[in-house]
């Protein structure tokens, strides 16, 4: 059985999670999806001219123009040794090869935080401006709140404006302790004074807001390793873990976020945000390629519950089979 005929079989049954993911996905699979059924309806045998288009597909849906060409090959070699020429048939393929992709692309897939087995644990949050960074950190303090852990903000994006009243609202209303600083201060003097309080008050897991101005690189990786120096003194082995928030609606820009702030800090996994606003959520496959980090959690709609475990066989039913379409 293909992955596809398992994908249908699997969710014939819906939870709520993968309705949220059918949902959320609704524009990408419209964009992908359909224009995949209409490209095999189209010919009655796969030919060089249904590979590039199927190529065009793959990349215009964000999967990434490296993947998509690498995609292609694999699917060309495996249909002449084995002799398939049905379109429904390749494309049962393309699924195939789009889990395999992910699912061997660097670390291991994993989503839930790490905790660790004393004191406190550190998440760092990074981001540029506008990805829905703040919004993020409240949903996964709620997350945990709900999972019976005590929570701490750190409001450590003392330059942006407002990005520090922005935390102490969602503090407010999830009746979480915040440590903020003055405007335009030291980040790594917020984090220390979060350490400090997280230290003292048992805090189960604490979220560190950064600055996302990666224009100003050079300063960004000296602020984020100071920030991760401080943490690490006052609370052995922070940040444990270090979640990049990238919005799917930006596209390829995306990836090219993530990679540079790759190249300033370590991370441990990616947060997608507004993916039910997206028409390509083939960016997922390509920041797996790309950065071989695993995507964490999903956004999937604007309410504080929204915010998914990334599940990879739910991702691919969303994007490729969901509501009303049959095969």
């Known amino acids: 059985m293909g992955l596809f005929s398992f994908l249908r079989d699997k969710f014939s049954k819906k939870d709520k999670t993968t309705e949220k993911y059918e949902k959320g996905l609704s524009k990408s699979r419209a964009n992908?999806?359909?224009?995949?059924?209409?490209?095999?309806?189209?010919?009655?045998?796969?030919?060089?001219?249904?590979?590039?288009?199927?190529?065009?597909?793959?990349?215009?849906?964000?999967?990434?123009?490296?993947?998509?060409?690498?995609?292609?090959?694999?699917?060309?070699?495996?249909?002449?040794?084995?002799?398939?020429?049905?379109?429904?048939?390749?494309?049962?393929?393309?699924?195939?090869?789009?889990?395999?992709?992910?699912?061997?692309?660097?670390?291991?897939?994993?989503?839930?935080?790490?905790?660790?087995?004393?004191?406190?644990?550190?998440?760092?949050?990074?981001?540029?401006?506008?990805?829905?960074?703040?919004?993020?950190?409240?949903?996964?303090?709620?997350?945990?709140?709900?999972?019976?852990?005590?929570?701490?903000?750190?409001?450590?994006?003392?330059?942006?404006?407002?990005?520090?009243?922005?935390?102490?609202?969602?503090?407010?209303?999830?009746?979480?302790?915040i440590i903020t600083g003055p405007d335009g201060g030291d980040p790594a003097s917020v984090a220390y004074d979060g350490a400090r309080y997280a230290n003292e008050h048992h805090i189960d897991l604490v979220i560190v807001d950064t600055a996302g101005r990666l224009q100003t690189k050079k300063n960004?990786?000296?602020?984020?390793?100071?920030?991760?120096?401080?943490?690490?003194?006052?609370?052995?082995?922070?940040?444990?873990?270090?979640?990049?928030?990238?919005?799917?609606?930006?596209?390829?820009?995306?990836?090219?976020?993530?990679?540079?702030?790759?190249?300033?800090?370590?991370l441990t996994g990616i947060v997608i945000t507004k993916m039910d606003g997206t028409s390509k959520g083939g960016i997922i496959l390509s920041i797996r390629d790309e950065l071989g980090v695993p995507v964490r959690f999903i956004g999937l709609g604007e309410k504080m519950e929204d915010l998914e475990e990334f599940d990879l066989d739910k991702y691919l039913y969303g994007l490729l089979l969901g509501k009303n379409h049959e095969d």
């Open 32 to 177: 992908f999806a359909s224009r995949l059924d209409a490209l095999s309806k189209r010919y009655a045998e796969v030919n060089e001219d249904y590979f590039e288009e199927l190529e065009q597909i793959l990349i215009e849906s964000d999967v990434g123009v490296s993947l998509s060409l690498r995609l292609i090959e694999q699917l060309l070699d495996k249909s002449e040794a084995e002799g398939i020429k049905e379109p429904a048939k390749i494309n049962e393929m393309l699924v195939d090869e789009m889990f395999v992709s992910y699912a061997t692309s660097g670390e291991a897939i994993e989503n839930e935080i790490h905790f660790a087995k004393e004191g406190p644990t550190v998440l760092l949050v990074v981001g540029v401006n506008g990805v829905g960074k703040t919004t993020s950190i409240a949903k996964l303090a709620l997350r945990y709140k709900n999972q019976g852990k005590s929570v701490l903000l750190v409001a450590g994006d003392t330059f942006r404006a407002g990005a520090v009243e922005q935390l102490k609202v969602w503090a407010e209303r999830l009746h979480c302790p």
């Open 220 to 266: 960004l990786m000296l602020e984020l390793g100071k920030i991760n120096r401080v943490l690490g003194k006052e609370i052995p082995g922070a940040p444990h873990e270090s979640f990049l928030i990238i919005d799917a609606t930006t596209g390829q820009n995306g990836v090219v976020q993530a990679k540079s702030f790759k190249e300033v800090t370590e």
